[in-house]
């Protein structure tokens, strides 16, 4: 059975940096599309981050364009998550996620179990 793991949540300053991981088992490939999604208190769930396997194509929201830098470490099945230059808006609760088509939420077949990210001002 196939599990994402996330890891590095926590509470930031605005403008501060921050690093999630995502600890991918129970599946020996590597799948097409990966990504990293966040969902605020009464909001829907948001692509942030994807990244596709064959060629390393990133694609990344608006929102955090120039900030946030998604990374895969195939040899260990870790999928990363550099964010820089946090702001309040930010803070959420981010999903890893596997076998997707982008950033549609609605694309991704296998999500972790979310990680809180708090951005304070």
Request: aromatic share 10%.
């Amino acid at each position: 059975q196939v599990q994402l793991v996330e890891s590095g949540g926590g509470s930031v300053q605005t403008g501060g940096s921050h690093r999630l991981s995502c600890v991918v088992s129970g599946f020996s490939g590597s799948y097409y599309c990966m990504a990293w999604f966040r969902q605020a208190p009464g909001k829907e769930r948001e692509g942030v981050a994807a990244i596709f396997t064959m060629g390393g194509t990133t694609v990344y929201s608006e929102s955090v364009q120039g900030r946030f830098t998604i990374s895969q470490d195939n040899t260990n099945n870790v999928l990363s998550l550099q964010m820089n230059g946090l702001k309040p808006e930010d803070t959420a609760m981010y999903y890893c996620a596997a076998d997707c088509a982008g950033l549609r939420a609605t694309s991704a077949t296998i999500f972790g179990q979310g990680i809180q990210v708090t951005v304070s001002s």
